[in-house]
């Protein structure tokens, strides 16, 4: 006689919509960087594209641009958003600047120092603590939705971080080639307490990483 299989669990990872950012900075975990007119029909477009899922929980970062694309969610199916700070953006010492090929904080010696170990990094929070509290939500909310769906809102380098981390896959990346577009979704499967499988959906379109504030 088989035994019964351990019930499934997804949990998805979705990432904000595009951010009102003239200014062209990194702006991290900055306050009031609210979605543009775009970054607003991003979110109602995920909305609408999970509206046949069972979602039982709806988890934001504490910052305005995840929680405005959760919102719609929350709406959609009639929970309250929570928040839980380890959904925040990675810390970052280039904050605030222009960190763009030709014209950014980059170009500038004296920001050098910070770059001397890309593999931690040294310009910012580490990556495997990044994971760790990323992979923290994903087992909270696993079993907080179980059976069921849960959807967390996050930000890129977070969600790419914890998607290297339970592929096995080093740390270190090359930002340019990061798969976590705007509004994109990243789902862990898992049955009961273990992850079976990683999957990855762009309902709003792909979008390029290398753009500043998107």
């Not at 035994?3 to 062209?24: D, I, M, S």
């Not at 700070?85 to 014209?103: P, Q, Y």
């Not at 979704?185 to 959906?201: D, K, N, S």
């Amino acid at each position: 006689m088989t035994e019964p299989q351990a019930e499934k669990t997804l949990v998805h990872f979705l990432r904000h919509g595009e951010v009102h950012n003239p200014e062209g900075v990194l702006y991290g975990r900055l306050p009031g960087y609210r979605l543009s007119d775009k970054g607003e029909q991003q979110a109602k477009l995920v909305a609408e594209f999970l509206s046949g899922h069972d979602i039982a929980r709806v988890i934001s970062s504490p910052l305005q641009r995840a929680q405005e694309t959760a919102r719609p969610l929350g709406s959609m199916f009639q929970v309250d958003v929570a928040t839980d700070d380890r959904l925040i953006e990675a810390d970052n010492r280039f904050e605030g600047l222009k960190v763009s090929v030709g014209d950014g904080a980059l170009r500038s010696p004296r920001h050098w120092p910070k770059l001397w170990n890309p593999f931690a990094p040294s310009w910012g929070e580490p990556y495997l603590e990044i994971a760790h509290r990323m992979l923290g939500v994903a087992h909270r909310a696993r079993a907080a939705a179980a059976g069921r769906e849960a959807v967390c809102v996050s930000h890129q380098l977070p969600i790419w971080t914890l998607r290297r981390y339970v592929e096995g896959k080093p740390m270190w990346h090359d930002p340019r080639r990061r798969q976590c577009s705007l509004a994109s979704v990243t789902t862990l499967v898992f049955r009961g307490e273990q992850l079976v499988r990683v999957a990855y959906v762009e309902p709003a379109g792909g979008t390029d990483p290398r753009v500043t504030g998107a």
